[in-house]
């Protein structure tokens, strides 16, 4: 079991619908991370917050929200999606941004949009 | 632009054939260079860090190295259950304006047969 745990685990919804992803870490860390992993593409980084605060948004679509209220949660809002944001969507955690840190990554939610 | 490249895509090995996964990158300036185990259906599993030309990780079965131009995981004598995508990702000093965002290779499958 990971320190970092994300739910759901699978979702499916339709294109006009709104959906939230969550992630919860129980490392201790102050810095998340929203990745998308998509079929023979390398992970692609949405966001990054650290200590709460959002410091990188990797030009993302604005049908994702993130919010962090605590640096122990991370959602990732989602409304409006389109057919090609169907991938599993992985959450990390590490100490915070600086330095040369290990990220640790949650099971992630595959998402399927119809 | 920093560039990760591994090879090969997929490798497919008898139990006890020992090999080896190349990462190739292109940075700026490296910080630090990782790898990770990824199994289907969960999150990439944390192995190691690399900072610096020359130095050398183990564990069980693994062996990373890392040159100037690129890192080698060593699988020596495998099992079935070494079976997983094996996922590089480098970390550049960040130039101004710039991140210090982790990139990501797209990964080997490795398969370890009985």
């Known amino acids: 079991e990971t320190g970092v745990t994300q739910t759901p685990r699978h979702l499916v919804m339709g294109m006009t619908n709104k959906k939230s992803l969550k992630c919860e870490q129980h490392l201790g860390h102050n810095a998340m991370y929203w990745y998308k992993q998509s079929a023979k593409k390398p992970l692609e980084l949405m966001f990054v917050?650290?200590?709460?605060?959002?410091?990188e948004n990797n030009s993302v679509p604005s049908r994702f929200s993130p919010e962090c209220p605590n640096s122990s949660h991370l959602f990732l809002h989602l409304h409006t999606l389109q057919p090609e944001d169907s991938a599993l969507y992985l959450c990390a955690s590490s100490q915070d941004v600086g330095g040369v840190q290990p990220q640790h990554f949650g099971d992630g939610t595959r998402l399927s949009i119809l | 632009e920093d560039q990760v490249t591994q090879s090969p895509e997929a490798l497919r090995l008898q139990e006890g054939e020992s090999s080896s996964l190349n990462c190739s990158y292109t940075?700026?300036?490296?910080?630090?260079l990782f790898w990770y185990r990824q199994d289907p259906g969960k999150g990439p599993e944390f192995l190691f860090t690399l900072y610096s030309a020359g130095e050398e990780k183990e564990k069980e079965r693994l062996k990373a190295t890392l040159t100037k131009k690129e890192s080698f995981l060593h699988i020596t004598a495998p099992k079935p259950e070494d079976s997983a995508t094996y996922l590089c990702?480098?970390?550049?000093?960040?130039?101004?304006?710039?991140?210090?965002?982790?990139?990501f290779g797209k990964g080997t499958k490795l398969t370890v047969n009985p």
């Open positions: 990702a480098v970390q550049a000093w960040r130039t101004q304006g710039g991140s210090e965002k982790l990139v």
């Open positions: 940075v700026s300036g490296l910080r630090g």
């Open positions: 917050y650290n200590f709460k605060e959002q410091t």
